[in-house]
C-alpha cells in the first residue's frame, strides 16, 4: 500500500534561503492538501488542488510561498527567503474526489530556519 | 467562516475507564465532522467522520463519536481506554456548503491513558 510520500523529512537551512518540499500523493487521489503545524497547534490550512489547479489559498500564504502540481501528479511547497518564523511541520495531505473524502496526510517535512 | 474548538488541552484517564475528547465547532450549514489521532512521528490518520444519517458513528481502534446538532459537537468516546490510545486527538470540520473541500482543525488534544 503506498501512502502519501513527503520529502525530505527533514530541512535545516539559514534565513534568507529558498526551499522546496515535495509531495507525492496516492495515485488514485486527486485533490491533495497543503497544512502547516507548529508545535502544540493543530494542521492550518495553506492550499489545496484538484488536479493541477489550485482552488484555493489561505491567508497565512504569503507571496514568498508557492505551491504547484504539474500534471495533477506530485506537489511542490518552495518557500523563498526563508524566516525563522517559517519553521515548522509541512503536512501533505490527498483524498479522493469526494467531498465527504477523508484526508490521507504523509508523515511531514520538518523544516528549522536557523 | 467554520471553526474547531478543543476546549481540553489534554485528558487524563486510566486504563479501562471510558473516556471522552471533547470538540464543539461552528459552520454555516450542515458540517461534515471528522476525528483524526497523531502518533509520536507519526502522520496523522483517519478514526472516524459524521456526513449525515445516524448521530453515533463508529471509526477505528474501538472509538465512536457522536454528533449533537443543537450543542454543535461531536465528542470522541471510547468505552474502555487503552494504553496505547495515548496520542494527539484532532477534531476537524468541513462546510461543504462554503468551504468546498477545505478541512479546518481544531487545536488538539492529548489523550494520556495511565496504566
Known amino acids: 500500500d503506498t501512502g502519501v510520500s513527503q520529502n525530505p523529512r527533514h530541512k535545516i537551512t539559514k534565513r534568507g534561503q529558498n526551499v522546496t518540499f515535495r509531495c507525492d500523493p496516492i495515485?488514485?487521489?486527486?485533490?491533495l492538501y497543503w497544512y502547516r503545524q507548529t508545535l502544540g497547534q493543530g494542521p492550518e490550512f495553506l492550499t489545496y488542488?484538484?488536479?493541477?489547479?489550485?482552488?484555493?489559498k489561505s491567508r497565512l500564504l504569503s507571496d514568498r510561498f508557492s505551491a504547484e502540481r504539474p500534471k495533477g501528479s506530485f506537489s511542490t511547497l518552495e518557500i523563498q527567503r526563508t524566516e525563522q518564523g517559517d519553521s515548522a511541520m509541512y503536512l501533505c495531505?490527498?483524498?479522493?474526489?469526494?467531498?465527504?473524502?477523508?484526508?490521507?496526510f504523509g508523515e511531514g517535512s520538518r523544516l528549522t530556519v536557523l | 467562516a467554520q471553526s474547531v474548538a478543543q476546549p481540553e488541552d489534554q485528558v487524563n484517564v486510566a486504563e479501562g475507564n471510558p473516556l471522552t475528547v471533547k470538540c464543539t465547532y461552528s459552520?454555516?450549514?450542515?458540517?461534515?465532522l471528522f476525528w483524526y489521532v497523531q502518533y509520536p512521528n507519526r502522520g496523522l490518520q483517519f478514526l472516524l467522520k459524521y456526513i449525515t444519517g445516524d448521530n453515533l458513528v463508529k471509526g477505528s481502534y474501538g472509538f465512536e463519536a457522536e454528533f449533537n446538532k443543537s450543542q454543535t459537537s461531536f465528542h470522541l468516546k471510547k468505552p474502555s481506554a487503552l494504553v496505547s490510545d495515548s496520542a494527539l486527538y484532532f477534531c476537524?470540520?468541513?462546510?461543504?456548503?462554503?468551504?468546498?473541500?477545505?478541512?479546518?482543525f481544531g487545536a488538539g488534544t492529548r489523550l494520556f491513558v495511565k496504566a
Open positions: 495531505a490527498s483524498s479522493q474526489d469526494r467531498v465527504a473524502g477523508e484526508l490521507f
Open positions: 495515485s488514485e487521489h486527486n485533490r
Open positions: 476537524a470540520v468541513r462546510d461543504p456548503n462554503t468551504g468546498g473541500f477545505k478541512t479546518i
Open positions: 459552520v454555516s450549514g450542515n458540517p461534515y
Open positions: 488542488f484538484q488536479n493541477e489547479a489550485q482552488l484555493e
